[in-house]
């Protein structure tokens, strides 16, 4: 079949999911050369300013997209949580691999969140997962916090922080599941919408990338991908207010958990809804029942004085989250 060339990051973790990628495929289709070809994005390149602050979710995918509308590479790689909700109408989000464990952790040299001393220091870059925790314990002390994920656990080793949350997927695809403190569930950190789900986009002409995307694609991960997504959408957009949305096989049916924050206010609001299987599908936007909670979820933010993403004035309000202390 010839040669598919495959654009990833440079980290670590979005190596080993690139390197996850290349063998479903080759897999799948024996006779096709899978090649990886390595991009630096805007997100690789400055580790100390919050990701909000010069360009949001887009600055991990802005340079790989690039290299598939030039058609430099037939593939991208990327973390589902990472791609903005709006992309370039040449392209699509074609394929999603199995997803990993969704829920944040607790990276604190084995001490529970619970017994972390008083007033107790947390490196996090996410407002969503502060705003949590601090519903929990207001008493803790959230630093904005990035770079790679051993640099980051490193600095709970030499004591500069008693913890820092993480994603287990990361973890557990670095195969370093025993740095792993404590698991939150989803009802006490809602995850980030797309979270644990590797994310294959592709040009839409290109027919031969989106079958191989298609083929090695989970078909109840490319469910809560969309919807996750449909559900980011209807609310109008991500990286705007600190939100989440998790979609999670429940027996024979599907169990939502959304989450909304106002950076503003810190006000916030979680609520569940359980969908028959049949009122969910791979085609989100036809969702109606998905749709009808949406009103629900929004009128009852309005209630409690939480900003819509559509009503965030851009960017700016989640930008100045890390201008006071939390």
Known sequence: MGTIKIGTRGSALALAQ???TRDLIQKAFPDLTAEICIIKTSGDKDHVRSLVSFGGQGVFVKEI?????EKKIDLAVHSLKDVPDSMDDRLVLSGFL?????CDVLVSGGKKFADLRPGATIGTGSPRRVLQLKKMRPDVHCVNLRGNLPSRIEKVRNGEFDAILLGAAGLNRLEMPSEISEVFTVDQVTPAIGQGIIALQ???ENSMAREIAEKISHRETVIAAR???HWMNLLGGGCRVPMGAILEVDGNAFRFTAYLADPQNGQSLR???RFEENALSEQAHACKALDAFAKTFMDACHQKGIMLPSEAPGTEAIAAFWNTEH
């Open 227 to 229: 919807v996750e997504r």
């Open 202 to 204: 592709s040009l839409k």
């Open 65 to 69: 997209e690039e290299a598939l509308m």
């Open 98 to 102: 199995k997803r990993e464990n969704p």
């Open 18 to 20: 690139a390197y996850l």
């Open 271 to 273: 609520m569940v809804q």
